[in-house]
């Protein structure tokens, strides 16, 4: 994890630009309680928790930009208040005299603007334009970066999103999906302030939610600092100015909150290295006994990469054509299966940028060998299924298409073709 300023045009994410750029654009509203920054109270200001719930609603840009400076307006006015009453009453109270008054609630509401779509190239030609100007292991789109080369769009991952926030609003704790890498610079004009845990800890972070009765991973969490120092668990507390790029290391827990008014854009970044891919795999294998969708098809992806790319690692390399033998083991397990049962698979190219398939039941990913339902396949809907949840419906498969998506024989080769490369030199062209 480090913190480094970053020459971006901030000016292109301002809210004044957002607004004239793309007002109409879907804003994600989170609805929580404006908290000191390093605690979490329960409503009543009685107790603190771990559990830190906030309601969903939508928004616009436009809307939220009202909202924003109106919210802004409104503590000019507050500030200038509480002077004038100081000077009457000349008497002192330090900050901190008021930031403890406020434990006890009630704890004023915000709203936090959140998970705002960027991707769209026409919409956000210059703001993504300026973005591709940041070095490339920060970049979105980079022959080193590990999502560049999923094939397809993953939403939030290899594209942007950009929040917009007022003093209070949070991030409450998680770690990125499948342990990839974040990169998050701050618009401004205020600060945030952030908190993380070394990824080691994600284990003890885990067992702190799970005694206070919430999911790790699904779950909405605002990590007790002094329950961290108790276990003994290290945790990074630092100020993100405006113009300050955070990026936070594979698997990274983290969570925090704006300080003043400020806008964020962040997207997520796996660099080509043994321990990124060690560390998404186990999360991917973690998500499937968990009931947890892996949002990058981490099957798919080492597919691509034996394809696309050479692998000097030999770590990396081992693990990758360890991943690749699994699934052409599993590929011809369900292939002789099928055969027994008299089941033919039929024929349907992979088309080039099809995303990777997942199982409209359990969510796993379903790679090559695709159980669709008779109905949906005559609609040309093709709603997918894994091969344990199809026939946990129809033990036979009575009812189910079995779609092909590659040849066994093109598998075989590029399996075979994957091959560790050569060291590359410094001094190579
Ligand atoms: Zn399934």
Redesign the pocket.
């Given at each position: 994890m480090f913190v480094l300023s970053v020459s971006v045009d901030l000016g292109l994410f301002s809210t004044k630009t957002l607004v004239e750029a793309n007002p109409e654009q879907l804003v994600e509203v989170r609805t929580q309680l404006c908290q000191p920054a390093d605690e979490n109270w329960d409503a009543s200001g009685q107790r603190k928790q771990w559990r830190c719930e906030s309601i969903r609603s939508y928004t616009t840009i436009a809307k939220y930009a009202q909202y924003q400076a109106a919210s802004f307006q409104e503590s000019l006015r507050e500030e200038n208040e509480k002077k004038g009453q100081k000077e009457l009453s000349d008497s002192e109270t330090t900050s901190s005299e008021t930031v403890s008054r406020r434990h006890k609630g009630p704890f004023k509401q915000v709203k936090f603007g959140t998970n705002i779509d960027v991707s769209d190239e026409k919409k956000w030609k210059l703001q993504l334009q300026e973005l591709s100007k940041l070095p490339a292991f920060a970049r979105v789109v980079s022959a080193g970066n590990l999502l560049s080369h999923v094939g397809h769009s993953i939403l939030g991952m290899n594209t942007v999103q950009l929040f917009m926030k007022v003093p209070g609003s949070r991030t409450p704790g998680h770690q990125e999906h499948n342990n990839f890498c974040a990169v998050n610079i701050n618009i401004g004009p205020g600060d945030c302030e952030w908190f993380a845990v070394p990824e080691p800890y994600w284990g003890v972070m885990s067992e702190f939610c799970e005694k206070n009765n919430i999911n790790f991973l699904k779950g909405s969490w605002w990590p007790n600092l002094e329950d961290l120092y108790e276990a003994n668990v290290p945790v990074y507390r630092f100020i993100q100015r405006p113009g300050d790029l955070v990026w936070l290391n594979t698997g990274t827990v983290h969570w925090g909150q704006a300080i003043g008014w400020c806008n964020n854009i962040w997207w997520n970044v796996g660099p080509l290295t043994a321990y990124q891919y060690k560390l998404a795999v186990e999360r991917y294998e973690w998500n499937k006994l968990q009931s947890v969708k892996s949002m990058v098809p981490m099957v798919h992806l080492s597919w691509n990469m034996a394809r696309n790319i050479k692998v000097s690692d030999h770590k990396l390399f081992e693990m990758i054509k360890f991943c690749l033998l699994r699934t052409l083991k599993q590929c011809q397990t369900i292939k002789e299966a099928l055969v027994a049962a008299g089941k033919e698979t039929v024929w349907h190219r992979r088309s080039r940028d099809e995303p990777a398939h997942y199982?409209?039941?359990?969510?796993?990913e379903?790679f090559n060998l695709l159980f669709v339902t008779s109905d949906s396949y005559s609609r040309k809907s093709c709603v997918v299924?894994?091969?344990?949840?199809?026939r946990k419906a129809s033990s036979d498969l009575d009812g189910f298409v079995v779609l092909q998506q590659f040849r066994m024989e093109d598998l075989m080769q590029v399996y075979d073709q994957f091959s560790l490369a050569p060291a590359l030199h410094s001094s190579a062209s």
């Open positions: 199982c409209s039941i359990c969510e796993v379903v299924q894994c091969q344990d949840c199809a």
